[in-house]
């Protein structure tokens, strides 16, 4: 879907997209398709692509925003539809963009301290959850999922050291009231689309953004006893060119080794890190024994980063 189609919707246009945020295509979820089946998707090319069946998992772990389903949770489906084991599986919520690497950070811990091998799954049908008629909001989005295997072994990157952080006094920042027990469901609130209104206050993200992942990039450098100079490129979450770029400036990198692909899918959430590491990786721009720094921020607010060997 570009740019262009949402002017059939609000008043919008390719240049005040493109200017505000760098972002000129994203994709929609078929009417038919549901988070499950996204996440199966991304499960089973994860598998594919570390040589694995889904009998060798131990654990599951999906971060959504937009579950299956209120009840159970969507990694239930998930268990069930790849066919794997009776092993735990569960949900990562509310952590919005973040959900991704948060589930990378427990599985990591996981493994450190039992072995094994967990399947962590981002998915985000976001163009379902949002209002199409908030222009402010609902041309950032997209729908996507994205997967990775963590164990102790396999053909992918190490992963050197994780931190993360969480800033409860800026919750209302990235929200969507609507729908807990604080504001339930009601016929009034779904009359005025509330429970679709995502609240976003765009400079308080901004400002907190750049400087939560330029100090969680710094810190895991820091607690690997690495350093800036070191780092072959830089996967940040893919929400706005601008936030991207004043990252870079603040760590003092240049704008190339960062790298982008919001262009093709906008915000996805909780999927944009994996789908982001999976483009670099399939575009061949991460070459073996690169440093690589992840790092993402989310609703919460929630942020944190992850230094990879490859």
């Given at each position: 879907?570009?740019?262009?189609?949402?002017?059939?919707?609000?008043?919008?246009?390719?240049e005040?997209?493109?200017?505000?945020?760098?972002?000129?295509?994203?994709h929609?979820?078929?009417?038919?398709?549901?988070?499950?089946?996204?996440?199966?998707?991304?499960?089973?090319?994860?598998?594919?692509?570390?040589?694995?069946?889904?009998?060798?998992?131990?654990?599951?772990?999906?971060?959504t925003?937009?579950p299956?389903?209120?009840?159970?949770d969507?990694?239930?489906?998930?268990?069930?539809?790849?066919?794997?084991?009776?092993?735990?599986?569960?949900?990562?919520?509310?952590?919005?963009?973040?959900?991704?690497?948060?589930?990378?950070?427990?599985?990591?811990?996981?493994?450190?301290?039992?072995?094994?091998?967990?399947?962590?799954?981002?998915?985000?049908?976001?163009l379902?959850l949002?209002?199409?008629?908030?222009?402010?909001?609902?041309?950032?989005?997209?729908?996507?999922?994205g997967?990775?295997?963590?164990?102790t072994?396999?053909?992918?990157?190490?992963?050197?050291?994780?931190?993360?952080?969480?800033?409860?006094?800026?919750?209302?920042?990235?929200?969507?009231?609507?729908?807990?027990?604080?504001?339930?469901?009601t016929?009034?609130?779904?009359?005025?689309n509330?429970?679709?209104?995502?609240?976003?206050?765009?400079?308080?993200?901004f400002?907190?953004?750049?400087r939560?992942?330029?100090?969680?990039?710094?810190?895991?450098?820091?607690?690997?006893?690495r350093?800036?100079?070191?780092?072959?490129l830089?996967?940040?979450?893919?929400?706005?060119?601008?936030?991207?770029?004043a990252?870079?400036?603040?760590?003092?990198?240049?704008?190339?080794?960062?790298?982008?692909?919001?262009?093709?899918?906008?915000?996805?959430?909780?999927a944009?890190?994996?789908?982001?590491?999976?483009?670099?990786?399939?575009?061949k721009?991460?070459r073996?024994?690169?440093?690589?720094?992840?790092?993402?921020?989310?609703?919460?607010?929630?942020?944190?980063?992850?230094?990879?060997?490859?």
């Amino acid at each position: 879907m570009t740019n262009a189609d949402w002017a059939k919707y609000v008043d919008t246009s390719d240049e005040w997209i493109t200017a505000r945020t760098g972002i000129k295509r994203r994709h929609v979820a078929a009417d038919g398709e549901s988070t499950a089946d996204l996440a199966v998707k991304a499960a089973q090319s994860a598998l594919s692509a570390a040589g694995l069946a889904p009998e060798a998992l131990d654990e599951i772990i999906v971060a959504t925003d937009t579950p299956e389903m209120r009840i159970p949770d969507t990694a239930s489906f998930v268990q069930h539809r790849l066919g794997a084991r009776e092993v735990p599986a569960y949900d990562l919520g509310g952590g919005g963009c973040y959900g991704f690497l948060q589930g990378v950070d427990i599985a990591r811990s996981r493994v450190l301290h039992n072995g094994g091998t967990i399947l962590v799954v981002g998915v985000q049908l976001l163009l379902r959850l949002i209002d199409w008629k908030d222009r402010n909001s609902c041309v950032l989005f997209g729908d996507a999922a994205g997967a990775a295997i963590v164990g102790t072994s396999g053909p992918g990157p190490e992963i050197l050291s994780m931190v993360s952080g969480t800033d409860g006094s800026h919750s209302g920042a990235i929200s969507l009231p609507v729908g807990g027990t604080r504001y339930p469901f009601t016929l009034e609130a779904a009359q005025k689309n509330l429970h679709t209104r995502v609240t976003l206050e765009g400079r308080v993200v901004f400002k907190e953004a750049v400087r939560r992942m330029t100090q969680a990039s710094r810190d895991v450098l820091a607690k690997a006893g690495r350093s800036v100079g070191e780092i072959a490129l830089v996967v940040p979450h893919q929400a706005n060119l601008r936030i991207i770029e004043a990252v870079a400036e603040h760590l003092g990198l240049p704008r190339e080794k960062f790298f982008v692909n919001l262009q093709e899918y906008g915000n996805t959430g909780s999927a944009s890190l994996a789908v982001a590491l999976w483009d670099a990786m399939q575009q061949k721009v991460i070459r073996k024994g690169d440093l690589v720094l992840l790092t993402a921020f989310g609703a919460g607010l929630h942020w944190g980063a992850a230094l990879l060997q490859f």
